[in-house]
């Protein structure tokens, strides 16, 4: 059975891969959200009871809320004060302490709460009740100097903001301390930061498993069909070499002037279409049907079988199985020139000998026909046979 090898697939598995990629990143959420948020420039000024100095610090340390406009404010920081300490601002009745100068409500001032208790919304809403102009958070001391974005949506136009928990405890401290803080928020860097969902991710995942999948199940394919044509390809090396020695063991006979039996002007190779001229080898078939050796040889190669009566040429000479048969069976006789040429009826005239006592002295290639010219390489094979047909027509014998 003749395989065709496969085609080379890298083409392939590169459209392919790219098909699936191209899929990964348009598919919905394939790429995420982005994330924009803006830092907070966070300025304190107060007055150390101590030295009466003016104390101010600024620093880019805050972080505006999802949900808060991006915009300035400015006031009084206040704390949450209640009597059990309530520092995260969480109940509905919370009170603020904010100190002096001006008070709560002659200045604007500054909500400072801890994270914690209850949701950013809520902490929010109570001070916004309390008239803060903005609210400050800070962070848990777990996180240290690390902000995290907050998300308060239903707050209205108040300016929300976080920043760390050193930052916040040490405002608060002064604060506690009946020390009068006035911060100033201003709207800090802008930032963009593009994350991949998770449902993105399993889908990715997804379409790479299976364009591994496919690779592997078109490489194992692949590499059987590779294994498969290369077993193909030897046997059927082998099979023509074999078919080749038994053709061999067919008669050739070169053509000579005076051969009544084969009459050069009218007969002509089945095969090419040519007719028969002096020096021409042919092949003598078991069924008496003649040819151009370098016509016929292919033929049977290919076909086994005479191209006219379509005998089995290879059964015919005795090797009922495969040619690969021929190495354990023994070669069956062949007829001897005497009896193909009388089967064939080639007789020579009585003339004067004189084709007799001259073999041939041009090569047998330059008259041969141009049947087939990629088989003129083997023009010299069973060169035994044909020089024991010139021997037999020196001493006068029938020609075969």
């Known amino acids: 059975m003749a395989w065709r090898r496969p085609?080379?697939?890298?083409?392939?598995?590169?459209?392919?891969?790219?098909?699936?990629?191209?899929?990964?990143?348009?598919?919905?959420g394939?790429?995420?959200?982005?994330?924009?948020?803006f830092s907070a420039v966070v300025?304190?000024?107060?007055?150390?009871?101590?030295?009466?100095?003016?104390?101010?610090?600024?620093?880019?340390?805050?972080?505006?809320?999802?949900?808060?406009?991006?915009?300035?404010?400015?006031?009084?920081?206040?704390?949450?004060?209640?009597p059990g300490g309530d520092p995260e601002g969480c109940a509905p009745d919370t009170r603020f302490f904010v100190p002096e100068p001006g008070g709560r409500?002659?200045?604007?001032?500054?909500?400072?709460?801890?994270?914690?208790?209850?949701?950013?919304?809520?902490?929010?809403?109570?001070?916004?009740?309390r008239n803060a102009s903005a609210v400050v958070l800070y962070n848990e001391e777990r996180y240290g100097n690390l902000t995290m974005p907050m998300s308060h949506a239903g707050t209205g136009n108040i300016v929300v903001i976080m920043i760390s928990y050193?930052?916040?405890?040490?405002?608060?401290?002064?604060?506690?301390?009946?020390?009068?803080?006035?911060?100033?928020?201003?709207?800090?860097?802008?930032?963009?930061?593009?994350?991949?969902?998770?449902?993105?991710?399993?889908?990715?995942?997804?379409?790479?498993?299976?364009?591994?999948?496919?690779?592997?199940?078109?490489?194992?394919?692949?590499?059987?069909?590779?294994?498969?044509?290369?077993?193909?390809?030897?046997?059927?090396?082998?099979?023509?070499?074999?078919?080749k020695k038994v053709i061999g063991q067919l008669l050739l006979h070169t053509v000579k002037h005076g051969e009544k039996g084969i009459d050069v002007d009218a007969e002509n190779c089945a095969v090419c279409i040519e007719n028969f001229k002096v020096k021409d080898i042919i092949r003598i078939l078991p069924c008496k049907h003649?040819?151009?050796?370098?016509?016929i040889d292919p033929w049977l190669?290919?076909?086994?079988?005479?191209?006219?009566?379509?005998?089995?040429?290879?059964?015919?000479?005795?090797?009922?199985?495969e040619p690969g048969d021929v190495q354990d069976m023994p070669a069956p006789e062949s007829p001897s020139g005497r009896d193909l040429a009388a089967n064939l009826s080639l007789t020579l005239p009585e003339d004067d000998g004189s084709d007799e006592s001259s073999p041939p002295s041009a090569s047998?290639?330059?008259?041969?026909?141009?049947?087939?010219?990629?088989?003129?390489?083997?023009?010299?094979?069973?060169?035994?046979?044909l020089e024991a047909g010139r021997s037999d027509s020196r001493h006068g014998g029938p020609i075969s």
């Open 364 to 385: 047998p290639a330059e008259s041969e026909p141009q049947c087939d010219a990629s088989f003129k390489g083997d023009a010299g094979e069973n060169t035994a046979l």
């Open 301 to 321: 190669l290919d076909h086994r079988t005479c191209p006219m009566c379509k005998l089995d040429v290879i059964k015919a000479l005795g090797y009922w199985g």
């Open 30 to 37: 394939a790429r995420g959200r982005a994330l924009e948020w």
């Open 43 to 82: 300025s304190i000024e107060y007055v150390d009871p101590q030295t009466n100095l003016t104390v101010w610090s600024v620093s880019e340390s805050g972080r505006f809320g999802d949900s808060s406009p991006k915009e300035g404010a400015q006031g009084v920081v206040g704390v949450p004060w209640a």
């Open 166 to 243: 050193p930052k916040g405890r040490e405002i608060l401290e002064l604060v506690q301390k009946g020390i009068p803080v006035t911060m100033t928020i201003g709207v800090g860097t802008r930032h963009v930061q593009e994350f991949i969902s998770g449902q993105s991710v399993v889908f990715v995942a997804i379409a790479f498993i299976t364009m591994m999948i496919i690779s592997l199940a078109w490489l194992i394919f692949y590499y059987i069909q590779r294994f498969l044509y290369t077993g193909s390809q030897i046997g059927s090396q082998s099979h023509r070499k074999e078919t």
């Open 105 to 129: 409500g002659a200045a604007p001032w500054v909500a400072l709460v801890a994270r914690g208790g209850c949701t950013f919304k809520d902490k929010v809403l109570v001070a916004a009740r």
């Open 290 to 295: 003649i040819f151009h050796r370098i016509c």
């Open 7 to 28: 085609a080379a697939g890298v083409g392939a598995r590169g459209a392919l891969a790219l098909a699936l990629l191209a899929l990964a990143l348009c598919a919905p």
